[in-house]
């Protein structure tokens, strides 16, 4: 193989196919996206799937409301079912530090037009009658909210992006980028040479490697998580939200007859490992003793774990790189990747073509580190 292309898009997951799909129609030629496995593999696929606007930094919130208009019009702009769900998220909040940090973003979010509220341990439970309100102080919801599936999303991109004349290339993995000075001239492949003088990394939890091949430090560090799909719940409420207690890390939201479950472990060490571990089973039935009881009870009947690509402040990396010409990047998203996909592949977008996206990402900039700027996200787990 020997192609030319006037973008090479690098990760097949939500980021990659969302860009794909919004370069190509906007009359971009030639875009090439190439992912060395099956797409959605990577992260994408093993995401729990929950689309929101809730956070506490505004570009966030955003990047999650613009991304939650688009989710909702997919099937009708991109064609494709992708079994989204509005049915909210609900935060459980136990300490009075939460609680203080969640009035605030929620008044922010109510500024930019996020129908978010405070509830009471009372009402939170008429939405999720699977906890327990004992030490419950309150709760954050946004009924916008909800949850969807990854992989539609990725192939309904994927597929619309072939539509408009893109060319996505599987199992064809980045080995190289050629420079002449700090100009990309080529990347090489395991199907061969691609002449380009673009490339956009949406590598997820791999990018740090592809950013290494021009010389530019994405700190992007992957984090095992893990899932379980519990058997049928008796007398489940259709309209179950999308439930997290927030100082644990525990949530579910509905799969099928049963649940979806998962929650962070503070005690996993980075790396690319995502082979199943039973080490946090004690901890996710301690967190479900104290918050949701009825939980201990399901049977388990499966499960998965994914990599989540955290970056030192939980936020995002979307830019373009100032030392090579042209390396953007879009990755990092610290576990709130998946449900951002629609609104970053338009920035990314705007900032190949070089105009304004709808929103300042500078701040989001791979350099923000090394200039002593971090951004930090608080509402992740």
Known sequence: ?????????????????????????????DV????????????????????????????????????????????????????LHRVGYLFLLSTREELASFET?????????????????????RLSPLITTDGLLAAAYSPDDGHCTPEAVVHGYASAAR???ARVLRHTELTGIELHGDTITAVSTTLGRIETDTVICAAGAWSRAV???????????????QIA????????????????????????HREGPGLLV?????????????????????????????????????????????????????????????????FLYATGFSGHGFLQGPAVGEVVRDLYLGRAPFLDIGPLSAGRFAAGAPRPEANVV
Do not use: C
């Open 1 to 29: 193989m020997n192609l030319r292309a006037r973008v090479v898009i690098v990760g097949g997951g939500v980021m990659g196919t969302s860009i794909a799909w919004h370069l190509a129609r906007a009359g971009v030629p």
């Open 32 to 83: 090439v996206l190439v992912e060395r496995d099956e797409l959605a593999a990577g992260s994408t696929s093993k995401a729990a799937g929950g689309v929101r606007a809730q956070f506490s930094d505004e570009l966030n919130v955003r990047l999650g409301a613009r991304s939650l208009k688009a989710f909702g019009r997919f099937e009708q702009e991109v064609g494709q079912d992708i079994g």
């Open 105 to 125: 973003s929620v008044r922010m979010q109510n500024a930019l037009g996020v129908p978010s509220r405070l509830l009471t341990p009372k009402e939170a439970r």
């Open 163 to 165: 539509a408009h004349g």
């Open 211 to 225: 950013g290494a091949m021009v010389g530019v430090d994405l700190p992007v560090q992957p984090l095992r998580r």
């Open 229 to 252: 799909v519990t058997g049928p719940v008796p007398d489940l409420p259709p309209g179950l939200p999308m439930t997290i207690d927030f100082t644990s890390s525990l949530y579910f």
């Open 262 to 326: 998962g929650m962070s472990d503070p005690d996993v060490p980075p790396g690319f490992a995502t082979g199943p571990q039973d080490r946090w089973i004690p901890r996710l039935a301690d967190a479900m003793r104290r918050r949701a009881p009825a939980l201990l009870d399901l049977p388990r009947t499966g499960g998965w774990s994914g990599l989540y690509e955290n970056t030192p402040d939980h936020n995002a990396l979307i830019g373009e790189a100032s030392t090579v010409s042209r």
